[in-house]
């Protein structure tokens, strides 16, 4: 007899007495998750030592604090990561470069211009460079996410990659002595990564820095987040960047995302602050900015 | 005698006896309480060691303090003494002079980018020691006649009865390409039991190499070994930019321990 128990962050069913975690994302089974008061939802700790499950292969997620995820790669399934993720490979596993397209503008977006991709059989460990937590997106065929930059961790290769320019772009203009200039802020970058899963299934893992957090927006639902804070969103959700005045010199831009579908935060945010002169906040407030037009 | 003095509680970390009834191991810190995790490829997890952990060395006691970036706080003993890098130090109590151990090669450790002195400390009194990055502290007691060695910038640590040495760094492409730079750190302990401290960025994972077998590494994110296990850099077939830049790996050879970290800084060699 099984113990079946639908997975709260993937919905796969797994059988909690064989494995206490979701094979398929590593999320605790029957831990019951909870909404704080404004529907943010803790996103549910990959225990240590979980195991999770894609084509032939097994990873471990290991380590609580930067955790690596290491996994015994089956032969025909690859994972692709930027070489800042390798910490460690058995001699049988191949590490080679993974095909990439749009060369000048990931030069031009700072974006790493070449990939790895690693082939089994055999073992390869990973991990991403600050404390916090691992973020697994399992996508079924026609399901994809949208991703901040640099919060790959890795993909399994039947997910298909492409780098699109940032939505959350606010140009501005602004005053440089009697010359007035355009100046543009794009606080994630100039694009952002989108993963999806085409004819298979797909694994994504991301960090998140620090703690994450989810919530699941409802059609025409908003919620203003630090730009910075964005570790993902469903490819539905509307993204748009919006200035909040301070009554200060200080001009917070916000990124307001608007459901329905799911945005996944993290709360090691560094803040994304415009100083700006009183003239410039007048002529920005009187419609200078892009959001106005 | 009872049987229950023959009974011990064994370390999982350091292998260590400790009395029934002990939490913490009274040579290295570690839980007693919890198996050892491994991994599927053999990684051993170090201990997180538990905040106000004690454990002792000679006559002397240290006590970890926080679990983000760790404090190794040491109680020394009248004759009982330690050894740090300088930057180290977080606070001392008034009564402690602070000396300095006779190096050699001192150009050699400017230009490999080491500090010139590794200070000293005798007891009795109180010191307390940290690196500058969120992690773990290792604690590697070390029995007589052992030999470690370290990556530079990573030993918090190491008590009187350790020999401290640092060694060149062989080959070109080792040097320039192993992300340790041109030299580590390395501890010898003879006739006495020695105990060294490491600070290790994020997590840190330990595996046992066998005689002849071999891993590939990022250099960054090497941490320690045996003295015995081999380090050679090999280029992979890989580019890392547009220009063509290599990706390279240290091939670790046992025998020996190895100890890595989860949280590394790309190196040279491989950044873009």
């Known amino acids: 007899m099984t113990r079946d128990i639908p997975c709260r962050w993937c919905g796969t069913v797994g059988d909690a007495d064989a494995s206490p975690s979701c094979l398929r994302c590593g999320a605790p089974l029957g831990v019951i998750t909870q909404a704080d008061d404004s529907g943010w939802t803790e996103l549910p700790a990959v225990p240590d030592a979980a195991h999770l499950q894609f084509g032939s ?43 990439m397209a749009g060369g000048w503008k990931r030069l031009r977006g700072g974006l790493p211009l070449v990939m790895c991709e690693a082939h089994g059989p055999g073992s390869i460990g990973l991990s991403h460079d600050s404390p916090g937590e691992l973020v697994t997106l399992p996508l079924n065929p026609g399901a994809g996410m949208v991703v901040a930059e640099h919060h790959l961790l890795a993909a399994t290769t039947t997910a298909h990659y492409d780098a699109v320019a940032s939505p959350l772009s606010f140009t501005y203009t602004r005053h440089n002595g009697n010359d007035r200039e355009q100046e543009t802020e794009r606080p994630l970058g100039w694009f952002v990564d989108v993963f999806s899963a085409r004819d ?18 409802a059609a025409g639902e908003r919620v203003d987040v630090n730009p910075t804070a964005l570790v993902a969103w469903s490819p539905t959700v509307t993204a748009q960047l919006l ?51 | 005698m009872t049987a229950s003095d023959y009974e011990h509680l064994q370390c999982s970390w350091c292998r260590s006896t400790n009395p029934l009834g002990s939490t913490s191991c009274a040579t290295c810190g570690a839980p007693l309480a919890q198996a050892a995790l491994v991994s599927d490829a053999g990684w051993r997890a170090a201990p997180r060691i538990r905040d106000t952990t004690r454990f002792g060395f000679s006559n002397s006691t240290v006590e970890v303090e926080g679990e983000i970036v760790p404090v190794a706080e040491v109680d020394l003993a009248a004759g009982d003494g330690v050894f740090f890098e300088a930057h180290t130090l977080l606070w001392k109590t008034e009564s402690m002079a602070l000396g300095s151990m006779n190096l050699g090669g001192g150009l050699g450790r400017l230009f490999g980018g080491m500090p010139m002195v590794i200070t000293t400390v005798a007891g009795p009194g109180k010191i307390a020691f940290a690196r500058d990055s969120a992690g773990e502290l290792v604690v590697l007691p070390l029995h007589p006649e052992m030999e470690i060695d370290v990556r530079e910038h990573a030993f918090l640590v190491g008590t009187h009865t350790v020999s401290y040495d640092f060694v060149k760094i062989d ?21 006495q039991q020695g105990l060294v401290m490491l600070h290790g960025s994020g997590n840190v994972f330990e595996k046992q190499l066998a005689p002849g077998e071999s891993i590939h590494v990022e250099p960054g994110a090497f941490l320690y070994k045996d003295a015995s296990v081999t380090m050679q850099v090999e280029k992979q077939d890989v580019k890392t930019s547009a220009l063509g830049k290599g990706l390279y790996l240290v091939k670790m050879t046992g025998p020996g321990r190895l100890g890595i970290q989860s949280m590394y800084h790309p190196h040279l060699g491989s950044s873009e």
Do not use: C
Not at chain 1, 201 to 214: D, E, K
Not at chain 1, 258 to 276: C, F
Not at chain 2, 175 to 190: E, K, P, V
């Open chain 1, 57 to 99: 292969s097994r990873a471990q997620v290991i380590g609580s604090y930067v955790p690596m995820v290491e996994t015994a790669l089956g032969a025909g399934d690859g994972l692709y990561f930027t070489h800042n993720m390798l910490l460690w490979r058995d001699g049988t596993v191949h590490v080679g470069n993974h095909p």
């Open chain 1, 200 to 217: 298979k299934p797909a694994l994504v893992l991301l960090h998140a820095r620090g703690n994450a957090f989810t919530r699941v927006l």
């Open chain 1, 243 to 293: 200035p909040d005045f301070t009554g200060s010199s200080q001009v917070l831009l916000m990124a307001t995302m608007t459901g329905p579908g799911l945005v996944i935060t993290h709360s090691g945010a560094h803040g994304h602050v415009l100083y700006l002169s009183q003239r410039d906040i007048n002529l920005m407030a009187g419609g200078g900015g892009s959001w106005w037009s």
């Open chain 2, 171 to 191: 080959g070109l492409k080792n040097m320039l390409h192993g992300g340790s730079g041109m030299y580590m750190d390395r501890f010898r302990t003879h006739g």
